[in-house]
């Protein structure tokens, strides 16, 4: 089934980009229709294909992997939407657990990295990210409630996409040495600190600059 996957995949991919260009050439003007409808929606087709495609690695998940994933994906509800600016993203609405995708951005990862990007979705719901991120609104900026629920999934995954958060790369990034397994409020709270320090530095340094400067 592995092979299978990594073969439809490159196909499903092909089809969806084709038929968005098209679609993006003939889409009404700005203004021309009401703001609800602007959205590019793929064709029935379409998403039948892809989905169905979706449900293949949930079988492999279950089959092959890691099935408890496996059947929690199986348990969502999937929705497509070609302006979600990431490969997958999770809510809870109406009772149910909401699984997006954006196929433009799911089906170019590698096999593995599909299975980690739906794995990082799942971990969310299950460790209530999405009700302790309310619980920090306010308290801390949105940046740093993201990348700390990131970061804490991504501990206990590999195979991450290219882009995805880790603590090599945000303790370069802040100048910290963040340690793995710690909490989503202990990382939300270091990663606070750390742009804090760095926005005062960047300040002090414009002072200075501006000092510097020779006068009229």
Same mark, same amino acid.
């Given at each position: 089934?592995?092979?299978?996957?990594?073969?439809?995949?490159?196909?499903?991919?092909?089809?969806?980009?084709?038929?968005?260009? @098209?679609?993006?050439?003939?889409? %009404?003007?700005?203004?021309? !229709?009401?703001?609800?409808?602007? /959205?590019? $929606? +793929?064709?029935? #087709?379409?998403?039948?294909?892809?989905?169905?495609?979706?449900?293949?690695?949930?079988?492999?998940?279950?089959?092959?992997?890691?099935?408890?994933?496996?059947?929690?994906?199986?348990?969502?509800?999937? @929705?497509?939407?070609?302006?979600? %600016?990431?490969?997958?993203? !999770?809510?809870?609405?109406?009772? /149910?657990? $909401? +699984?997006?995708? #954006?196929?433009?951005?799911?089906?170019?990862?590698?096999?593995?990295?599909?299975?980690?990007?739906?794995?990082?979705?799942?971990?969310?719901?299950?460790?209530?990210?999405?009700?302790?991120?309310?619980?920090?609104?306010?308290?801390?900026?949105?940046?740093?409630?993201?990348?700390?629920?990131?970061?804490?999934?991504?501990?206990?995954?590999? #195979?991450?996409?290219?882009?995805?958060?880790?603590?090599?790369?945000?303790?370069?990034?802040?100048?910290?040495?963040?340690?793995?397994?710690?909490?989503?409020?202990?990382?939300?709270?270091?990663?606070?600190?750390?742009?804090?320090?760095?926005?005062?530095?960047?300040?002090?340094?414009?002072?200075?600059?501006?000092?510097?400067?020779?006068?009229?």
């Amino acid at each position: 089934m592995y092979e299978e996957l990594v073969k439809e995949k490159t196909v499903y991919y092909q089809k969806i980009y084709d038929w968005v260009k @098209v679609a993006e050439q003939h889409k %009404p003007a700005y203004g021309e !229709v009401p703001k609800s409808f602007r /959205k590019i $929606v +793929l064709p029935e #087709n379409l998403s039948v294909e892809f989905l169905r495609f979706v449900d293949k690695i949930s079988m492999n998940l279950m089959e092959e992997r890691e099935n408890f994933y496996g059947y929690f994906l199986l348990q969502m509800t999937r @929705v497509i939407d070609l302006y979600l %600016p990431s490969p997958t993203g !999770v809510n809870f609405t109406g009772g /149910k657990f $909401v +699984l997006y995708f #954006n196929p433009l951005l799911f089906l170019p990862l590698r096999v593995e990295q599909m299975f980690t990007t739906i794995q990082h979705e799942i971990l969310h719901l299950v460790s209530l990210h999405l009700q302790r991120a309310k619980n920090l609104q306010g308290k801390y900026r949105k940046l740093v409630i993201n990348l700390a629920m990131d970061l804490t999934v991504n501990n206990y995954l590999t #195979n991450l996409p290219p882009d995805a958060v880790d603590l090599a790369s945000i303790n370069k990034k802040y100048s910290i040495d963040l340690k793995p397994y710690e909490s989503l409020e202990f990382y939300a709270e270091a990663l606070e600190k750390a742009i804090k320090v760095r926005k005062n530095k960047e300040t002090e340094e414009e002072g200075d600059s501006d000092e510097s400067e020779p006068g009229d």
